[in-house]
């Protein structure tokens, strides 16, 4: 019984990493992703919203879970919308250097830029980086405070 443990356990972990798909694309061309996210905010008259993280962080994970719940309305009608991985903090860093560096104190960041790139707003002092305890009815609030009339 002992030998099988060790292997149900890695099987359990390896069902639930198929089962809950991660929110951040690891292989994703982040910056062509702006560049699409911008040309579709050209014709359809809206903002885009990049929002930095990894699938690491469990802040960013709650903030998905929250934008997939009760602020997808308010998200999705509004904004062209780009997740950005960052990795360790090392990965696509040059593109939050070019938008002020919103992840210098922590993630989940998110950035607010109008279709002809200009930042309209950014989580530049760590405003999410504890997104994970907040409720989702608080994540809704910021981000209807914030970041809704930006568009």
Not at 20 to 37: C, M, N, R, T
Not at 59 to 74: E, F, N, T, Y
Request: aromatic share 8%.
């Amino acid at each position: 019984m002992n030998k099988f443990l060790p292997l149900l356990v890695a099987m359990s972990i390896a069902t639930l990493a198929v089962a809950a798909p991660w929110p951040y694309d690891e292989k994703a061309d982040a910056g062509g992703d702006i560049q699409h996210a911008l040309a579709a905010a050209q014709s359809d008259h809206r903002n885009v919203l990049l929002i930095f993280g990894a699938n690491w962080c469990s802040d960013c994970r709650a903030l998905d879970k929250a934008m997939d719940g009760s602020s997808q309305h308010l998200i999705q009608d509004r904004f062209d919308v780009v997740k950005i991985d960052v990795g360790n903090f090392d990965k696509n860093l040059y593109l939050a250097k070019r938008y002020g560096n919103p992840i210098a104190k922590g993630i989940p960041a998110l950035v607010v830029v109008d279709a002809a790139n200009h930042v309209l707003y950014a989580t530049v002092n760590g405003e999410l980086a504890n997104a994970g305890q907040m409720s989702e009815q608080g994540i809704y609030d910021f981000l209807k405070q914030k970041i809704a009339n930006r568009s």
